[in-house]
Protein backbone atom coordinates (compact mmCIF):
# COMPACT_ATOMS: atom_id res chain seq x y z
CA UNK A 1 0.00 0.00 0.00
CA UNK A 2 2.91 2.56 0.67
CA UNK A 3 4.33 2.11 -2.78
CA UNK A 4 0.55 3.01 -4.02
CA UNK A 5 0.05 5.76 -2.12
CA UNK A 6 3.74 6.99 -2.91
CA UNK A 7 2.55 7.41 -6.79
CA UNK A 8 -0.52 8.87 -5.88
CA UNK A 9 1.09 11.12 -3.91
CA UNK A 10 3.54 12.17 -7.03
CA UNK A 11 0.02 12.53 -8.92
CA UNK A 12 -1.99 14.71 -6.79
CA UNK A 13 1.16 16.96 -6.56
CA UNK A 14 0.84 17.91 -9.79
CA UNK A 15 -1.95 20.40 -9.35
CA UNK A 16 -0.39 21.99 -6.18
CA UNK A 17 0.80 25.12 -4.83
CA UNK A 18 2.20 26.44 -8.33
CA UNK A 19 -0.71 25.77 -10.45
CA UNK A 20 -2.88 27.34 -7.78
CA UNK A 21 -0.97 30.46 -7.46
CA UNK A 22 -0.93 30.94 -11.54
CA UNK A 23 -4.80 30.45 -11.42
CA UNK A 24 -5.23 33.25 -8.67
CA UNK A 25 -2.57 35.46 -10.05
CA UNK A 26 -4.31 35.34 -13.66
CA UNK A 27 -7.69 36.27 -12.14
CA UNK A 28 -6.37 39.25 -10.01
CA UNK A 29 -4.28 40.67 -12.98
CA UNK A 30 -6.71 40.51 -15.62
CA UNK A 31 -9.44 42.50 -13.27
CA UNK A 32 -6.65 44.76 -12.27
CA UNK A 33 -5.75 45.20 -16.00
CA UNK A 34 -9.37 45.96 -16.35
CA UNK A 35 -10.12 48.60 -13.69
CA UNK A 36 -6.50 50.43 -14.81
CA UNK A 37 -7.48 51.03 -18.05
CA UNK A 38 -10.86 51.77 -17.20
CA UNK A 39 -13.10 54.89 -16.09
CA UNK A 40 -13.34 56.46 -12.49
CA UNK A 41 -15.58 54.43 -10.10
CA UNK A 42 -18.18 57.77 -10.24
CA UNK A 43 -18.95 57.11 -14.02
CA UNK A 44 -21.29 54.23 -13.65
CA UNK A 45 -23.84 56.71 -11.18
CA UNK A 46 -22.85 59.14 -13.99
CA UNK A 47 -24.36 57.31 -16.50
CA UNK A 48 -27.18 56.51 -15.05
CA UNK A 49 -28.02 59.87 -13.62
CA UNK A 50 -27.44 61.08 -17.45
CA UNK A 51 -30.09 58.41 -18.87
CA UNK A 52 -32.45 59.54 -16.44
CA UNK A 53 -32.41 62.91 -17.02
CA UNK A 54 -32.50 62.29 -21.00
CA UNK A 55 -35.65 59.62 -20.56
CA UNK A 56 -37.29 62.57 -19.26
CA UNK A 57 -37.72 64.07 -22.54
CA UNK A 58 -36.60 61.23 -25.38
CA UNK A 59 -36.91 57.55 -25.59
CA UNK A 60 -33.12 56.59 -25.43
CA UNK A 61 -32.43 52.99 -25.73
CA UNK A 62 -29.22 51.31 -23.68
CA UNK A 63 -27.39 50.67 -26.61
CA UNK A 64 -28.26 54.13 -28.19
CA UNK A 65 -26.05 55.61 -25.95
CA UNK A 66 -22.56 55.51 -24.84
CA UNK A 67 -20.47 57.33 -22.35
CA UNK A 68 -16.96 57.07 -22.18
CA UNK A 69 -13.63 59.39 -20.28
CA UNK A 70 -10.48 59.36 -22.00
CA UNK A 71 -7.49 60.89 -21.32
CA UNK A 72 -6.16 63.40 -23.70
CA UNK A 73 -2.43 64.14 -23.69
CA UNK A 74 -1.60 66.18 -20.56
CA UNK A 75 -4.17 66.72 -18.25
CA UNK A 76 -6.71 66.88 -20.40
CA UNK A 77 -9.89 64.55 -19.87
CA UNK A 78 -12.71 64.48 -22.30
CA UNK A 79 -15.57 63.25 -21.58
CA UNK A 80 -17.41 62.23 -24.54
CA UNK A 81 -21.43 61.15 -24.86
CA UNK A 82 -23.08 59.31 -27.82
CA UNK A 83 -26.89 59.26 -27.85
CA UNK A 84 -28.77 58.17 -31.34
CA UNK A 85 -31.96 59.80 -31.63
CA UNK A 86 -34.08 57.63 -34.02
CA UNK A 87 -36.59 59.78 -36.09
CA UNK A 88 -39.71 58.17 -34.19
CA UNK A 89 -38.93 59.78 -31.14
CA UNK A 90 -40.66 62.81 -31.60
CA UNK A 91 -39.84 65.68 -28.73
CA UNK A 92 -43.43 67.14 -29.29
CA UNK B 1 21.66 59.19 -27.98
CA UNK B 2 22.11 57.07 -24.34
CA UNK B 3 20.16 54.57 -23.43
CA UNK B 4 17.73 55.17 -20.15
CA UNK B 5 17.13 51.56 -18.37
CA UNK B 6 15.22 51.64 -15.05
CA UNK B 7 15.67 48.65 -13.18
CA UNK B 8 11.99 48.24 -11.46
CA UNK B 9 9.61 45.99 -9.90
CA UNK B 10 6.90 47.30 -7.29
CA UNK B 11 7.57 45.18 -4.47
CA UNK B 12 11.06 44.96 -2.19
CA UNK B 13 13.57 42.64 -2.09
CA UNK B 14 13.39 41.27 -5.45
CA UNK B 15 16.73 41.98 -6.55
CA UNK B 16 16.50 45.30 -8.06
CA UNK B 17 19.86 46.85 -6.53
CA UNK B 18 21.90 43.06 -7.23
CA UNK B 19 20.51 43.00 -10.83
CA UNK B 20 21.67 47.02 -11.54
CA UNK B 21 25.04 46.75 -9.92
CA UNK B 22 25.57 43.20 -12.13
CA UNK B 23 24.39 44.95 -14.92
CA UNK B 24 26.37 47.92 -14.74
CA UNK B 25 29.73 46.24 -14.34
CA UNK B 26 28.51 43.67 -16.73
CA UNK B 27 27.42 46.61 -20.08
CA UNK B 28 31.09 48.28 -18.95
CA UNK B 29 32.97 45.22 -19.04
CA UNK B 30 31.90 45.31 -22.49
CA UNK B 31 33.77 48.26 -23.32
CA UNK B 32 30.46 50.78 -23.12
CA UNK B 33 30.39 53.62 -20.88
CA UNK B 34 27.76 52.89 -17.76
CA UNK B 35 26.67 55.20 -14.99
CA UNK B 36 24.76 53.84 -12.82
CA UNK B 37 21.79 55.80 -10.52
CA UNK B 38 20.56 54.92 -7.21
CA UNK B 39 16.72 56.11 -6.76
CA UNK B 40 16.53 55.42 -3.03
CA UNK B 41 16.88 58.41 -1.29
CA UNK B 42 17.24 57.80 1.70
CA UNK B 43 17.59 54.74 1.68
CA UNK B 44 21.07 54.48 -0.43
CA UNK B 45 22.26 50.61 -0.75
CA UNK B 46 23.84 50.59 -4.10
CA UNK B 47 27.22 51.54 -3.43
CA UNK B 48 26.98 48.66 -0.75
CA UNK B 49 26.25 46.38 -3.10
CA UNK B 50 28.87 47.72 -5.60
CA UNK B 51 31.96 48.09 -2.60
CA UNK B 52 32.09 51.69 -3.26
CA UNK B 53 29.97 52.97 0.30
CA UNK B 54 33.11 54.65 1.66
CA UNK B 55 34.05 56.49 -0.87
CA UNK B 56 30.78 58.21 -1.50
CA UNK B 57 31.36 62.15 -0.82
CA UNK B 58 28.77 64.30 -3.03
CA UNK B 59 25.65 62.63 -4.09
CA UNK B 60 22.46 63.17 -6.44
CA UNK B 61 20.78 65.43 -4.41
CA UNK B 62 23.79 67.38 -3.72
CA UNK B 63 24.26 67.58 -7.62
CA UNK B 64 20.54 68.43 -8.29
CA UNK B 65 21.01 71.36 -5.49
CA UNK B 66 23.85 72.81 -7.26
CA UNK B 67 25.73 72.15 -4.08
CA UNK B 68 28.44 69.78 -6.15
CA UNK B 69 29.15 69.29 -9.69
CA UNK B 70 28.74 66.08 -11.68
CA UNK B 71 31.76 65.16 -11.70
CA UNK B 72 32.17 65.44 -7.97
CA UNK B 73 29.56 63.27 -7.17
CA UNK B 74 30.46 60.75 -9.71
CA UNK B 75 32.28 57.77 -7.90
CA UNK B 76 34.54 55.96 -10.88
CA UNK B 77 34.34 52.28 -10.26
CA UNK B 78 37.72 50.96 -9.11
CA UNK B 79 37.25 47.54 -11.39
CA UNK B 80 36.17 49.00 -14.49
CA UNK B 81 36.99 52.54 -15.64
CA UNK B 82 34.01 52.80 -17.72
CA UNK B 83 31.79 52.75 -14.78
CA UNK B 84 30.46 55.22 -12.71
CA UNK B 85 28.42 55.56 -9.46
CA UNK B 86 25.81 58.25 -8.72
CA UNK B 87 24.71 57.83 -4.97
CA UNK B 88 21.03 58.68 -3.86
CA UNK B 89 21.34 60.80 -0.91
CA UNK B 90 21.23 59.28 3.01
CA UNK B 91 19.81 62.23 4.51
CA UNK B 92 17.41 64.71 2.59
CA UNK B 93 13.38 63.23 1.44
CA UNK B 94 12.52 62.34 -1.56
CA UNK B 95 11.17 65.43 -2.60
CA UNK B 96 13.80 66.92 -3.75
CA UNK B 97 13.61 65.39 -6.99
CA UNK B 98 11.81 66.61 -9.84
CA UNK B 99 10.65 65.97 -12.68
CA UNK B 100 12.70 69.02 -14.62
CA UNK B 101 15.54 68.84 -12.36
CA UNK B 102 16.27 65.07 -12.73
CA UNK B 103 15.64 65.63 -16.34
CA UNK B 104 18.31 67.84 -16.44
CA UNK B 105 21.03 65.33 -14.68
CA UNK B 106 19.74 62.80 -16.86
CA UNK B 107 20.65 64.88 -20.03
CA UNK B 108 23.95 65.74 -18.94
CA UNK B 109 24.76 62.26 -17.99
CA UNK B 110 23.69 61.45 -21.09
CA UNK B 111 26.28 63.41 -23.06
CA UNK B 112 29.31 61.10 -21.86
CA UNK B 113 28.00 57.87 -21.08
CA UNK B 114 25.86 55.56 -23.67
CA UNK B 115 24.01 53.74 -20.28
CA UNK B 116 22.26 55.31 -17.91
CA UNK B 117 20.88 52.50 -15.10
CA UNK B 118 18.80 53.65 -12.85
CA UNK B 119 18.05 51.46 -10.17
CA UNK B 120 14.50 52.26 -8.78
CA UNK B 121 12.90 51.86 -4.49
CA UNK B 122 10.52 49.65 -4.23
CA UNK B 123 7.01 50.75 -3.90
CA UNK B 124 4.72 53.21 -6.33
CA UNK B 125 5.57 56.54 -4.55
CA UNK B 126 7.14 59.51 -6.36
CA UNK B 127 10.80 58.27 -5.48
CA UNK B 128 9.81 55.18 -8.33
CA UNK B 129 7.69 57.08 -10.29
CA UNK B 130 10.87 59.79 -11.04
CA UNK B 131 13.29 56.55 -11.52
CA UNK B 132 11.05 55.71 -14.16
CA UNK B 133 9.57 58.68 -15.75
CA UNK B 134 12.38 59.49 -18.47
CA UNK B 135 13.31 55.41 -18.97
CA UNK B 136 13.90 53.94 -22.72
CA UNK B 137 13.73 50.28 -21.32
CA UNK B 138 12.39 49.15 -18.11
CA UNK B 139 13.79 45.36 -16.70
CA UNK B 140 10.68 44.10 -14.39
CA UNK B 141 12.46 42.22 -11.67
CA UNK B 142 10.30 39.74 -11.00
CA UNK B 143 10.12 36.68 -7.91
CA UNK B 144 8.35 33.36 -9.12
CA UNK B 145 5.99 34.43 -6.04
CA UNK B 146 2.29 35.77 -5.92
CA UNK B 147 3.00 39.06 -4.72
CA UNK B 148 6.02 40.31 -6.55
CA UNK B 149 4.37 39.00 -9.97
CA UNK B 150 1.22 41.14 -9.08
CA UNK B 151 3.09 44.08 -8.13
CA UNK B 152 4.91 43.98 -11.16
CA UNK B 153 1.54 44.15 -13.27
CA UNK B 154 1.28 46.95 -11.07
CA UNK B 155 4.24 48.32 -12.62
CA UNK B 156 3.91 47.59 -16.33
CA UNK B 157 0.48 49.58 -16.14
CA UNK B 158 2.68 52.76 -14.69
CA UNK B 159 4.86 52.49 -17.55
CA UNK B 160 2.56 52.48 -19.93
CA UNK B 161 0.87 55.55 -18.52
CA UNK B 162 3.17 57.52 -16.25
CA UNK B 163 6.63 57.53 -18.11
CA UNK B 164 7.91 60.36 -20.68
CA UNK B 165 7.43 58.33 -23.40
CA UNK B 166 3.49 57.43 -22.28
CA UNK B 167 2.95 61.46 -21.67
CA UNK B 168 4.05 62.78 -24.55
CA UNK B 169 2.87 59.79 -26.80
CA UNK B 170 6.36 58.46 -27.61
CA UNK B 171 7.03 54.65 -28.51
CA UNK B 172 6.45 53.22 -25.74
CA UNK B 173 8.91 52.05 -22.77
CA UNK B 174 10.55 48.83 -24.05
CA UNK B 175 10.05 45.82 -21.27
CA UNK B 176 11.82 43.37 -20.25
CA UNK B 177 11.23 40.23 -17.49
CA UNK B 178 14.36 39.86 -15.37
CA UNK B 179 13.16 36.69 -13.17
CA UNK B 180 15.01 36.17 -9.92
CA UNK B 181 15.30 33.93 -7.48
CA UNK B 182 14.38 30.82 -9.21
CA UNK B 183 14.30 27.82 -8.06
CA UNK B 184 13.72 25.19 -10.80
CA UNK B 185 13.91 21.65 -8.18
CA UNK B 186 11.11 23.69 -6.86
CA UNK B 187 9.15 24.50 -9.87
CA UNK B 188 9.81 20.83 -10.79
CA UNK B 189 7.95 19.68 -7.49
CA UNK B 190 4.82 22.16 -8.16
CA UNK B 191 5.79 24.48 -5.43
CA UNK B 192 6.80 27.79 -7.78
CA UNK B 193 5.28 29.49 -10.60
CA UNK B 194 7.52 28.26 -13.69
CA UNK B 195 9.12 30.63 -16.40
CA UNK B 196 6.25 29.78 -18.41
CA UNK B 197 3.67 30.55 -15.79
CA UNK B 198 5.23 34.19 -15.03
CA UNK B 199 5.61 34.81 -18.76
CA UNK B 200 2.06 34.12 -19.13
CA UNK B 201 0.62 36.26 -16.81
CA UNK B 202 2.63 39.40 -17.37
CA UNK B 203 3.01 39.03 -21.52
CA UNK B 204 6.38 40.59 -21.68
CA UNK B 205 9.58 39.47 -23.22
CA UNK B 206 12.09 37.35 -21.09
CA UNK B 207 15.46 39.06 -20.61
CA UNK B 208 17.20 36.67 -18.08
CA UNK B 209 16.11 33.89 -15.14
CA UNK B 210 18.21 34.31 -12.59
CA UNK B 211 18.54 31.00 -10.21
CA UNK B 212 18.55 31.13 -6.53
CA UNK B 213 22.40 31.08 -5.57
CA UNK B 214 23.91 31.23 -2.66
CA UNK B 215 26.80 33.43 -4.34
CA UNK B 216 24.26 36.41 -4.53
CA UNK B 217 24.59 36.94 -0.74
CA UNK B 218 28.59 36.02 -0.94
CA UNK B 219 28.67 38.79 -3.31
CA UNK B 220 26.86 41.44 -1.48
CA UNK B 221 28.75 40.86 1.50
CA UNK B 222 31.94 41.30 -0.39
CA UNK B 223 30.68 44.50 -2.14
CA UNK B 224 31.28 42.27 -5.67
CA UNK B 225 28.94 42.56 -7.92
CA UNK B 226 27.62 38.92 -8.43
CA UNK B 227 28.54 38.52 -12.50
CA UNK B 228 31.87 38.93 -11.44
CA UNK B 229 32.03 35.75 -9.73
CA UNK B 230 32.49 34.14 -13.29
CA UNK B 231 31.93 30.85 -11.72
CA UNK B 232 28.64 31.26 -10.29
CA UNK B 233 24.96 30.20 -12.09
CA UNK B 234 24.07 33.47 -10.98
CA UNK B 235 26.70 35.32 -12.41
CA UNK B 236 26.84 33.19 -15.50
CA UNK B 237 22.76 34.11 -15.48
CA UNK B 238 23.52 38.02 -15.60
CA UNK B 239 26.30 37.20 -18.31
CA UNK B 240 23.55 35.89 -20.79
CA UNK B 241 21.46 39.11 -19.77
CA UNK B 242 24.06 41.06 -20.86
CA UNK B 243 24.27 39.33 -24.13
CA UNK B 244 21.13 39.27 -24.56
CA UNK B 245 20.69 43.61 -24.10
CA UNK B 246 23.36 43.88 -26.55
CA UNK B 247 21.12 42.83 -28.75
CA UNK B 248 22.68 38.65 -29.16
CA UNK B 249 20.60 35.58 -29.20
CA UNK B 250 21.14 33.45 -25.45
CA UNK B 251 20.13 30.52 -25.30
CA UNK B 252 18.67 30.39 -21.53
CA UNK B 253 19.93 28.55 -19.12
CA UNK B 254 19.74 26.82 -14.99
CA UNK B 255 16.02 25.93 -15.81
CA UNK B 256 16.07 22.48 -14.47
CA UNK B 257 17.14 21.32 -11.80
CA UNK B 258 20.43 19.62 -11.42
CA UNK B 259 19.89 15.56 -11.23
CA UNK B 260 21.44 13.96 -8.59
CA UNK B 261 24.02 10.89 -8.99
CA UNK B 262 22.93 8.00 -7.61
CA UNK B 263 25.56 8.28 -4.85
CA UNK B 264 24.23 11.52 -3.62
CA UNK B 265 20.83 10.34 -3.70
CA UNK B 266 21.41 7.50 -1.82
CA UNK B 267 23.37 9.00 0.58
CA UNK B 268 22.06 12.03 1.09
CA UNK B 269 23.78 15.42 -0.58
Not at chain 2, 175 to 202: F, Q, W
Not at chain 2, 205 to 215: A, D, F, M, R, T
Given at each position: MALLDYFLQKKEKQVTTASKAKERLQIIVAHERNSRNKQPDYLPQLTEDILNVLRKYIKVSDESFSISLDKKDGDLNVLELNIELHDEQNTD | MARIIVVTSGKGGVGKTTSSAAIGIGLALKGHKVVLIDFDIGLRNLDLIMGCERRVVYDFVNVINGEATLNQALIKDKRVSSLS?????????????????????????????????????????????????????????????????????????????????????????????????????????????????????????????????????????????????????????????????????????????EKKGIFSRMFGG
Amino acid sequence: MALLDYFLQKKEKQVTTASKAKERLQIIVAHERNSRNKQPDYLPQLTEDILNVLRKYIKVSDESFSISLDKKDGDLNVLELNIELHDEQNTD
Amino acid sequence: MARIIVVTSGKGGVGKTTSSAAIGIGLALKGHKVVLIDFDIGLRNLDLIMGCERRVVYDFVNVINGEATLNQALIKDKRVSSLSILPASQTRDKDALNKENVGKVLEELGKTFDYIICDSPAGIEAGAMMALYFADEAIVTTNPEVSSVRDSDRILGMLASRSRRAELGLEPIKEHLLLTRYSPKRVEEGEMLSVEDVVDILSIPLLGVIPESQSVLKASNAGEPVILDVESDAGKAYQDVIDRLLGETVEFRFLVAEKKGIFSRMFGG
